[in-house]
């Protein structure tokens, strides 16, 4: 039972470069989430997905890109990394339909120096 | 744009003390989740609410829906250490997708 599974935990970058962070779930689910996480703004949905080859953005989109050629797979990029996108990137899925509970991988701490 | 307004912010508290912490829209939630995040982990569901005025009991955590279904409560009796953790609530907006509050982050001290 793996779950969900997201890679790197850690990463450190610096400003300019392109990052992508990648999101793996085991249970076949429809929606999948990139979230980030930080003090003061609790978490804030980037990207969306509900099945493979369907996007849209969420709140804070800007800077970021995102696809899903499989429905396991869901990888953020941020295409030219800014100190603004330092935070704690999470992942998660949920099945849809009547339920919305999401599960959510472990988190990526990001910084971008 | 939050809308979801979560108090009090943070919570220090001692082991055996109750406490309960809030979560209020100005608009009404088809349904709400309560969920709690750990330090170095992602957020995990302990309830959802969907009936005005419902009451739900998870061992010592009581959760409940205002009748107008705008506002939810959380009610720890007799915290203790392992309740140390952020409290989200979220509500479901389009397309499957939820809005979180801000969180309270709660802190029990042995």
């Known amino acids: 039972d793996a779950g969900i599974t997201q890679s790197p935990r850690y990463k450190i970058t610096e400003t300019g470069r392109q990052v992508t962070l990648m999101c793996h779930q085991t249970?076949?689910?429809?929606?999948m989430f990139w979230y980030r996480q930080d003090l003061g703004h609790g978490l804030r949905l980037i990207y969306y997905?509900?099945?493979?080859?369907?996007?849209d953005k969420g709140e804070v989109p800007d800077g970021y890109v995102v696809s899903r050629s499989k429905t396991e797979n869901f990888p953020l990029t941020l295409e030219s990394a800014t100190r603004s996108q330092t935070s704690v990137y999470f992942c998660?899925?949920?099945?849809?339909?009547?339920?919305?509970?999401?599960?959510f991988g472990p988190g990526t701490r990001l910084t971008v120096l | 744009t939050q809308l979801l307004k979560q108090s009090p912010q943070f919570l220090s508290i001692q082991e055996g003390e109750n406490l309960t912490v809030y979560c209020n829209s100005s608009?009404?939630?088809?349904?709400l989740q309560w969920y709690r995040q750990e330090p170095g982990e992602g957020p995990v569901l302990l309830v959802t609410?969907?009936?005005?005025?419902e009451v739900k009991k998870l061992k010592r955590l009581t959760f409940q829906f205002g009748d107008a279904r705008k506002d939810s409560s959380l009610h720890i009796t007799a915290a203790q250490p392992g309740d140390t953790g952020l409290y989200l609530c979220?509500?479901?907006?389009?397309?499957?997708?939820?809005?979180f509050g801000e969180g309270t982050q709660l802190t029990v001290n042995p």
């Open positions: 609410v969907v009936t005005g005025g």
């Open positions: 979220a509500k479901e907006t389009s397309g499957s997708r939820l809005t």
């Open positions: 998660a899925s949920s099945k849809g339909g009547t339920s919305n509970e999401q599960f």
């Open positions: 608009s009404v939630f088809s349904s």
């Open positions: 997905s509900a099945a493979a080859d369907i996007t």
């Open positions: 249970w076949s689910h429809s929606y």
